[in-house]
């Protein structure tokens, strides 16, 4: 096996500058962490709801916001509406199919999403502590 140097260079018929294209990863991996963080909370919600004497069903606001999803009458999760997993991954999408510095509206919902995911965090935290 040989091994050869390699270059990338960014595609010169964009016109996009070294610092926009920083800007637009950096957004990009703050996107996928915040993913990341609000799938643990999910799963963290529903765990606690399955726990006995956990706090149960105010975990529903939490995941209703988080997921998008809600219960339905048997249990089953019913999606009205979208939640901040869905905001972030469209954005992931949007940050990930574009060709420079993020918008200042990109840049305003992972703001957003980071606080409000970050308020439910919290709130999570505190539900969780031994009572």
Do not use: C, F
């Amino acid at each position: 096996m040989r091994e050869v140097p390699l270059t990338v260079r960014a595609d010169p018929r964009t016109g996009v500058s070294a610092a926009a294209l920083r800007a637009q990863y950096a957004l990009g991996i703050r996107v996928r962490e915040a993913l990341t963080r609000a799938h643990a909370t999910i799963a963290e919600v529903r765990r606690l709801r399955a726990a006995p004497n956990g706090p149960g069903a105010a975990l529903d606001s939490m995941e209703r916001d988080l997921a998008g999803a809600t219960r339905g009458d048997g249990g089953e999760l019913v999606i009205p509406r979208p939640g901040i997993v869905d905001k972030l991954a469209v954005l992931a999408g949007r940050v990930d199919l574009g060709d420079g510095a993020p918008t200042a509206a990109s840049l305003a919902v992972a703001a957003q999403m980071e606080k409000e995911l970050a308020g439910h965090m919290t709130a999570l935290a505190r539900l969780s502590r031994p009572r």
